[in-house]
């Protein structure tokens, strides 16, 4: 389909291990979007790119949490040295140029670090 | 206080019940309001826009307050398939920031 797609959908790590979570926008998407997700709670935002740049950071929660979007297309959330409160769902979403709320979201990653 | 905030509920309501929900937000400057519905273990989805001047999308019916800062989702002859918790979102004034309440969950019995 012509959707947000995200990889893994399921990871679960060892503390302290690096992890990579991978987005797939839908094609011609400019916005795409971060958010970390706990049960029970709605999404929170991470961070936020236009096309390659990335213009609003200030949901990662700490120094260990980066994001990149080196084309402008697929968009990596690296989490270093992982620790037991990241443990969540890590939701992509993506938007057009126009459409300011609509975003379509991926399925999500579900992060367990144990 | 979170700028968007919203009843947790749960809202159990049986089948063909009218239910309502409520958000209220802080930052006077947002602009923009929606409603998205996830169900369980799924992705959140936009259910409809919000406007100031009230909009109806068959059973449901959004309403945007201004001068008291909240935001109404009301749904009529509620189906089973209903099931699910709607998300209040709101713009961080005028960029492409979504600020997200909890969330309120609602269960239709048959």
């Known amino acids: 389909g012509a959707g947000v797609s995200q990889s893994p959908r399921y990871k679960v790590a060892k503390r302290g291990q690096d992890v990579a979570l991978r987005c797939d926008p839908i094609?011609?998407?400019?916005?795409l979007f971060w958010y970390q997700q706990a049960l029970g709670q709605g999404p929170e935002f991470l961070t936020y790119f236009q096309n390659e740049a990335q213009l609003d950071k200030s949901g990662l929660p700490s120094d260990r949490f980066f994001a990149e979007r080196p084309e402008g297309s697929v968009s990596t959330l690296k989490i270093q040295r992982t620790q037991q409160e990241d443990s969540a769902v890590y939701l992509c979403a993506s938007s057009d140029r126009t459409s300011l709320g609509t975003q379509y979201f991926g399925p999500g990653t579900r992060l367990l670090v144990l | 206080r979170k700028e968007v905030e919203q009843d947790p509920g749960p809202f159990n309501v049986p089948e063909g019940a009218t239910v309502a929900f409520n958000c209220t937000y802080s930052n006077s400057a947002s602009q923009s309001f929606f409603w998205y519905r996830q169900d369980c273990r799924k992705e959140p989805k936009l259910l409809m826009s919000?406007?100031?001047?009230?909009n109806e999308d068959g059973r449901f019916t959004a309403q945007l307050n201004r001068a008291s800062q909240y935001i109404s989702l009301l749904i009529r002859d509620s189906k089973l398939s209903d099931s699910a918790t709607y998300l209040c979102v709101g713009n961080a004034g005028n960029n492409r920031k979504l600020i997200w309440g909890l969330g309120t969950s609602l269960a239709v019995n048959p």
């Open positions: 919000v406007y100031s001047s009230g």
């Open positions: 094609s011609g998407h400019v916005s």
